[in-house]
């Protein structure tokens, strides 16, 4: 246990319901180590009539689970009982595995044709406390750390179940889960000569793809608001770059750059009332940040070089951002207001497109060295520097809202496909699109 | 309109021509001796040069011979330097603008696809900014110049590796027409 080793999962989900789902993601665990608490998740029984397939809840969780790189999941083949429900459990049969953390449940009829999910989450090991004197409760009761009945449409039940996830991860880590959370990201496909680019969103394991905005021309950068209600993103729609912000809900969406020039790389700042973007309106690729309620620009650089790619530390008080000043494009900092630039980054020859981590203490990066482009991580206030990820053209960091993973766009033979890193570099996967390349992964933040 | 007007004039004085030609030969006189210097006219005949035989008579932008003919301009890696190959062809595509003021072109600059999409946006800016100082410099006006930077976006080549890179880093001149 605990020795890394090369593993390959593959966890293929059949949606149904779902009229607008075509791409399948197939989600591959293809290294890291195994996680080192061991719990057990019983198949839950799915007590209501279906037309056709179920959806698999527990499935669900434990791939969720699984894909933390925190958890060893205990052989099911090896399960000498499967409760649903917590007064059905002998407690001593789980210790005997060696596992610590047992969830058991069901899914039951709801009202309105819906669904009732119940699930329970046990300490195996907890030990009751001293007896009050009062009547003893049943040992599940005292052994439960949390015990959840949801309802839930058809249609929802991904999403109970990644929410599940969220609830179980975060008892047992004490940090929030992001199994809820969705990505942004483009793809593109080729017809007959003619290309088609698509930004999508999806859940953050790929499944129930919605695609927001398709065009002939390229699309790029998109960027998350803070309360992950809005994207702003980069289009040549108009043979020209433009940069549009769109409500996710609506759809509506609002041109807010198209000055003379390259209008490109928006990023919100923390209280999503500004973007900080790069326009060459002065001859040269310049950072501005605009107040998106008046459109009014204040401009943030000087100079002669290539600076872009800004992002806005979580704290709103400074902006990293890439350069080439130094004679190669190196990562800087400039406070919000302006000022005096400063180089973060030294390891190497090029560095760029920063993202912060959700508190502020690191930064993920494109880094390049002869190898190729890979994914490196900054802690700031050291200095340090590791690299993540071996890939020739690793790009488009960005961080998951915990912190935990870094999502990333790779080259996989001739397609660009999405894969992930957990922070410590520990585990990794990938998320193959079944047709086109998939490019410009971005992270949505916790929706406000 | 005016430009179709002028290629079938120049197609018709070619018919013309051939017609004239065919004349001569029944005339008995030497067909060698057409458009052949003058030195060798023979009393017994008068002969014409082809006019436009030769030359080269329609926009020099339609000419394959023109360094105009040439209309992608090449880069080192991460670099936005001109190379001194691709230093004549964009003189003459600043004279031939600052010649024909109401013509105008877009310049498009591109990157490989190796490191970060934005600052190849960046890179494929500066790239194109490149030709259109100069093109100004030749005495081409601000307004026919306009640049759009693809950065990587817009590859000719799709392969990883240097040969498609190679061709990828480039700046095309579009001519607007």
């Known amino acids: 246990m605990g020795k890394p080793m090369l593993k390959k999962l593959s966890f293929l989900f059949v949606i149904l319901f779902s009229p607008h789902v075509w791409a399948v993601l197939d989600i591959e665990i293809t290294g890291g180590a195994v996680g080192e608490h061991p719990i057990a998740i019983v198949p839950f029984s799915w007590e209501v009539k279906t037309r056709g397939l179920a959806t698999d809840v527990s499935g669900i969780l434990s791939s969720d689970l699984s894909r933390t790189g925190k958890f060893a999941l205990a052989d099911e083949s090896k399960f000498q009982e499967r409760p649903h429900h917590g007064d059905e459990v002998d407690f001593e049969k789980w210790r005997s595995l060696g596992v610590e953390s047992l969830v058991v449940g069901r899914v039951r009829p709801g009202s309105n044709g819906n669904y009732q999910i119940q699930f329970q989450l046990f300490d195996v090991y907890k030990r009751p406390e001293a007896s009050d004197g009062g009547p003893a409760e049943p040992e599940y009761k005292l052994k439960q750390v949390i015990g959840y009945s949801l309802p839930s449409s058809a249609q929802d039940l991904r999403r109970t179940a990644h929410y599940m996830s969220d609830l179980i991860y975060e008892a047992l880590t004490g940090e929030k889960g992001i199994f809820t959370t969705r990505i942004a990201y483009v793809t593109v496909k080729s017809q007959a000569k003619k290309k088609s680019y698509e930004l999508q969103i999806a859940d953050m394991d790929g499944h129930n793809p919605f695609t927001v905005l398709k065009s002939h021309e390229p699309i790029m950068s998109p960027s998350w608001s803070p309360d992950a209600r809005q994207l702003a993103y980069v289009t040549f729609e108009n043979k020209k770059s433009q940069i549009y912000v769109q409500q996710v809900d609506t759809g509506k969406r609002t041109l807010v750059s198209t000055i003379r020039g390259v209008n490109s790389a928006p990023s919100w700042s923390p209280d999503g009332k500004q973007l900080a973007l790069t326009l060459s309106r002065d001859g040269n690729l310049e950072l501005y940040t605009m107040k998106l309620s008046t459109r009014k620009l204040r401009r943030l650089t000087r100079n002669s070089a290539i600076d872009t790619e800004a992002v806005w530390a979580p704290d709103g008080k400074s902006i990293a951002f890439v350069s080439d000043r130094s004679g190669r494009p190196q990562i800087y900092r400039v406070s919000a207001n302006g000022g005096r630039a400063e180089r973060i980054t030294f390891l190497g020859n090029y560095n760029s497109r920063p993202a912060f981590s959700p508190d502020g203490k690191k930064i993920t990066m494109v880094h390049g060295n002869p190898e190729g482009y890979h994914i490196a991580i900054l802690d700031i206030e050291s200095g340090v520097m590791d690299i993540l990820t071996d890939g020739q053209l690793d790009e488009s960091p960005s961080f998951a809202p915990n912190g935990s993973t870094i999502l990333y766009a790779t080259a996989s033979g001739k397609r660009g496909i999405l894969s992930a890193v957990s922070s410590d570099g520990k585990v990794k996967q990938r998320l193959v699109l079944q047709q086109g390349d998939v490019r410009e992964p971005s992270w949505a933040p916790y929706r406000k | ?177």
């Open chain 2, 1 to 177: 309109m005016l430009k179709k007007l002028l290629l079938a004039v120049f197609i018709y004085s070619f018919i013309l021509a051939g017609c004239s030609t065919t004349g001569e030969k029944t005339d008995g006189a030497s067909v060698e001796d057409r458009g052949s210097d003058s030195s060798a006219t023979s009393d017994s005949a008068n002969t014409t040069g082809l006019p436009g035989v030769g030359t080269f008579k329609g926009d020099p932008l339609d000419n394959p011979a023109s360094p105009l003919a040439t209309r992608v301009i090449y880069f080192d890696y991460d670099s936005s330097e001109i190379t001194p190959e691709f230093q004549e062809v964009i003189l003459a595509h600043g004279q031939y603008l600052a010649e024909h003021q109401a013509t105008s072109i877009t310049l498009t600059g591109h990157t490989d696809e190796r490191g970060s999409r934005e600052y190849n946006i960046g890179l494929g800016e500066q790239r194109a900014q490149s030709v259109r100082r100069m093109l100004l410099f030749q005495g081409a006006a601000d307004r026919q110049v306009e640049v759009v930077s693809y950065g990587e976006e817009k590859p000719v080549a799709e392969g990883h590796d240097e040969s498609s890179y190679s061709q990828n880093r480039r700046v095309e001149i579009v001519y607007k027409r």
